[in-house]
């Protein structure tokens, strides 16, 4: 079993950053970004493999946000620069077997962690 607990949401200006960690507690594989504003379906944000040499991220953030992972802590992180009105979400951390952009392959998830961005 493995869990992730999320942290580093909060309330920030347009165009401004934020870097949100996702803690896990044990072996994890690929981990993942989603995000779901409301009303809306949870959406792929950005993704990694177990050594970091294989990322995706959606059209929607490249050259914005970043994820990255520090296996020596057992976390990954999300580093979103220049934030945008539309990054308004709850932001959940996922770990999968696969690398993926599709929610159903990913086995664990955290509660979640709110990010607003204030035009």
């Known amino acids: 079993q493995v869990q992730l607990v999320e942290s580093g949401g909060g309330l920030v200006q347009a165009g401004g950053s934020l870097r949100l960690s996702c803690a896990a507690s044990?072996?994890?594989?690929?981990m993942a970004w989603f995000r779901q504003a409301p009303g809306k379906e949870r959406e792929f944000v950005a993704a990694?493999?177990?050594?970091?040499?294989?990322?995706d991220s959606a059209d929607s953030v490249k050259g914005r946000f970043t994820i990255s992972r520090d296996n020596a802590k057992n976390t990954v992180y999300l580093q979103m620069s220049r934030l945008k009105p539309e990054d308004t979400a709850v932001y959940y951390c996922?770990?999968?077997?696969?690398?993926?952009?599709?929610?159903?392959?990913?086995?664990?998830w955290g509660q979640g962690t709110q990010v607003a961005i204030d035009s």
């Open positions: 990694i493999s177990w050594t970091g040499n294989r990322a």
């Open positions: 044990g072996r994890t594989y690929f």
């Open positions: 996922a770990a999968a077997r696969v690398l993926s952009r599709g929610a159903a392959n990913y086995d664990y």
